[in-house]
């Protein structure tokens, strides 16, 4: 199982942008795919946002557009790119694998004017 520790969150204005990294302990490179998961309050965490090995991404529809997913297997770090927040992305946001194993801490991202 691989540890993770979900970074860059905070609060920004509708239409902002924010950068989410996930530090992954261990090497990343053999896992066929990693994910950014978000959970909104009352509501069940969701996939938003995955990454295979070889850089092959899918999008939640919600997402598709404004979110960009890309990975650094040298470093041993995912990323998610927000641009053009919407108040509805406002969540906590975690990465794991595809399926997911343990989960992190995850990093608080609030879209509010």
């Known amino acids: 199982q691989v540890q993770t520790a979900e970074s860059g969150g905070g609060l920004v204005q509708p239409g902002g942008s924010l950068r989410l990294s996930c530090a992954v302990s261990?090497?990343?490179?053999?896992?066929?795919?990693m994910g950014w998961y978000r959970q909104a309050p009352a509501k069940q965490r969701e996939l938003v946002a995955r990454?295979?090995?070889?850089?092959?991404?899918i999008y939640a529809d919600s997402v598709k557009g404004r979110f960009t997913i890309f990975r650094d297997n040298a470093k041993n770090t995912v990323y998610l790119q927000m641009n053009s927040l919407k108040p509805e992305d406002t969540a906590v946001y975690y990465c794991?694998?595809?399926?997911?194993?343990?989960w992190g801490q995850g990093t608080q991202v609030t879209v509010s004017s």
């Open positions: 794991n694998q595809v399926p997911p194993t343990r």
């Open positions: 261990g090497s990343i490179s053999g896992f066929y795919v």
């Open positions: 990454i295979t090995s070889t850089g092959v991404t």
